[in-house]
């Protein structure tokens, strides 16, 4: 339960990101509470590495969650489950001024409930929109009962809850528009983008599931470009803790890739790229706003595929087309995810091509798109916890 309230007492705000997505955006709202609370704010809960940085000490590490496909949360369900458990136990204990959940619904949503349950007192936020738009829209109305603000990342967001009958939500905006600086080619850089052989940047995932899904079929691709006598310079990205993985699943490829590894390298490789062939996701909104045309391609376990075929109610996957509101972005699910079609696309995003074309024009149109005025999404998203918390849901702690 909420401590009775106290005088002079530093605002105790709990967090819980357990995604490196979503840990960006906890590092970046953690700093500016700081700088809104004149430092006088505990933080606690769960994060990676730049929460770390920020002051940040995880009640565990984010790597235990990362878990993709249905088959495989079933296996690891009971580990889940304790961390869910261990989790809500932790806000309980803190008793926050305010429980700040960000993505991973479907461990965060399941700690909210709980919390809101045992301890209704205390103001719950959601950074991050679920994909209620896109599946599940019945989830909407439900949050209705466990979390007091969505903050939405897309524009088109506040307008889905409205029409979903869901708890409010604010457009804060992207956090990538904190970041067009370091996607942006400077002089140089678009030399070498502009420059041969093109760089193709290929990017198969940031889980490990995702990696293994895609790692052998783009693989092939590069081969069918090869094969067909298309000079490229292969560059892939990943992250420390699956460097390894990545560098044991290309050993048999027909093309080797330079591996670039780490945020810094990514974003470098970015900027002087080409084209890309990308797994969907946010990477896609990143390619975007970066400039380079893409072809996109997903595959899951048949069983997830089975599940959200019937389930997703959006025309594209691709998060890059939804908020350009036009599929200019080529997407391969599932069975049409092979080598032949992946390299017969690409083939037309590296040329000066109707299809490259098309990309390039729509992606200029992001910036006025995602645009949310003088204020960055890191601001306006600290700046509603705080007017969320003054606000409470009844007795705080000060």
């Not at 939500?169 to 970041?179: M, R, T």
């Not at 390894?244 to 080797?256: A, F, M, S």
């Not at 083939?347 to 005025?373: C, K, N, W, Y």
């Amino acid at each position: 339960m909420a401590r009775p309230p106290a005088a002079n007492v530093a605002r105790r705000i709990f967090l819980i990101a357990t995604e490196e997505s979503g840990d960006r955006l906890g590092a970046g709202l953690m700093k500016v509470l700081r700088q809104r609370l004149g430092g006088a704010v505990e933080f606690e809960g769960v994060g990676g590495r730049m929460m770390a940085r920020e002051g940040l000490t995880s009640l565990f590490a984010i790597e235990e969650l990362s878990i993709m496909g249905f088959s495989a949360v079933i296996r690891q369900l009971p580990k889940i489950l304790r961390l869910i458990e261990q989790t809500t136990e932790a806000v309980l204990a803190a008793a926050p001024d305010i429980l700040v959940i960000i993505d991973s619904p479907d461990f965060t949503h399941r700690v909210a409930r709980r919390v809101r349950a045992r301890a209704p007192s205390i103001p719950i936020v959601d950074y991050v929109s679920p994909s209620v738009w896109a599946w599940r829209p019945g989830r909407a109305r439900a949050m209705r009962a466990y979390v007091d603000h969505v903050f939405a990342l897309l524009p088109f967001e506040p307008d889905a809850y409205r029409e979903l009958r869901g708890p409010p939500c604010s457009f804060v905006g992207h956090p990538l528009i904190e970041q067009l600086v370091t996607l942006r080619p400077s002089a140089e850089e678009q030399a070498r983008r502009d420059a041969e052989p093109p760089v193709l940047l290929v990017l198969p995932g940031s889980r490990r599931g995702e990696i293994s899904h895609h790692l052998a079929v783009f693989g092939a691709a590069l081969g069918r470009l090869r094969d067909e006598g298309i000079a490229f310079e292969p560059v892939l990205p990943t992250m420390p803790h699956l460097a390894e993985t990545v560098r044991d699943g290309i050993k048999d490829w027909p093309v080797v890739p330079r591996i670039v590894v780490g945020e810094q390298d990514k974003r470098a490789a970015f900027r002087i790229a080409r084209a890309a062939l990308a797994k969907s996701g946010t990477v896609t909104l990143e390619l975007a706003l970066s400039g380079v045309p893409m072809v996109t391609a997903y595959r899951v376990g048949r069983l997830e595929a089975f599940i959200l075929s019937r389930a997703i109610r959006v025309q594209s996957v691709i998060l890059a087309n939804l908020v350009i509101g036009d599929n200019v972005i080529p997407e391969y699910l599932q069975d049409d995810c092979s080598a032949d079609k992946l390299a017969g696309a690409l083939q037309q995003v590296l040329a000066d091509t109707p299809l490259r074309r098309r990309q390039s024009e729509a992606f200029a149109r992001l910036d006025a798109i995602m645009a949310v005025g003088q204020a960055s999404p890191s601001v306006r998203a600290a700046d509603l916890v705080l007017a969320t918390m003054r606000k409470g849901r009844g007795v705080g702690r000060g």
